[in-house]
C-alpha cells in the first residue's frame, strides 16, 4: 500500500506564504515525477507545479516566479513554497506521485488526500 500525506495547508493574508509539504510511504520502489495541483470551488483541478527525479520543474503561469516546487529524494517527500499568496490561489491543494511500487513493480499514479489553502484578509 501507499500513502501520500499532505500537510502545511491553511488560512493567509495576501502578499503572506505558505509552505505545503507532502511525504509518500509504504511499498515504493522508486517515485518519478511528483507534483502539486489544485482544485477551486466550481472549478477542475489544475496542475500547480511538477518535479522529476531528476529535478525539472515545471509550473503554471499563474504561480511562475511565485511559487517553488522541490524534493527530497531520501524523504520521498516533495515541497511547494508559496510566496506572495493571492485570493485566486485559493483551492484544495492536492499532491501527485508517478511511482513504480515494489510489491509488483507496476507504475501507479497516487493521490494525497488534499490540503486547504485559503488567501483572504
Known amino acids: 500500500q501507499v500513502q501520500l500525506v499532505e500537510s502545511g495547508g491553511g488560512l493567509v493574508q495576501p502578499g503572506g506564504s505558505l509552505r505545503l509539504s507532502c511525504a509518500a510511504s509504504?511499498?515504493?520502489?522508486?517515485?518519478?515525477?511528483m507534483g502539486w495541483y489544485r482544485q477551486a470551488p466550481g472549478k477542475q483541478r489544475e496542475l500547480v507545479a511538477s518535479?522529476?527525479?531528476?529535478?525539472?520543474?515545471n509550473y503554471a503561469d499563474s504561480v511562475k516566479g511565485r511559487f517553488t516546487i522541490s524534493r527530497d529524494n531520501a524523504k520521498n517527500t516533495v515541497y511547494l513554497q508559496m510566496n506572495n499568496l493571492k485570493p485566486e490561489d485559493t483551492a484544495v491543494y492536492y499532491c501527485?506521485?508517478?511511482?513504480?511500487?515494489?510489491?509488483?513493480?507496476?507504475?501507479?499514479?497516487?493521490w494525497g488526500q488534499g490540503t486547504q489553502v485559503t488567501v483572504s484578509s
Open positions: 501527485n506521485a508517478d511511482l513504480r511500487r515494489l510489491k509488483d513493480y507496476i507504475n501507479y499514479s497516487y
Open positions: 509504504g511499498s515504493i520502489f522508486t517515485i518519478y515525477a
Open positions: 518535479i522529476t527525479s531528476g529535478d525539472s520543474t
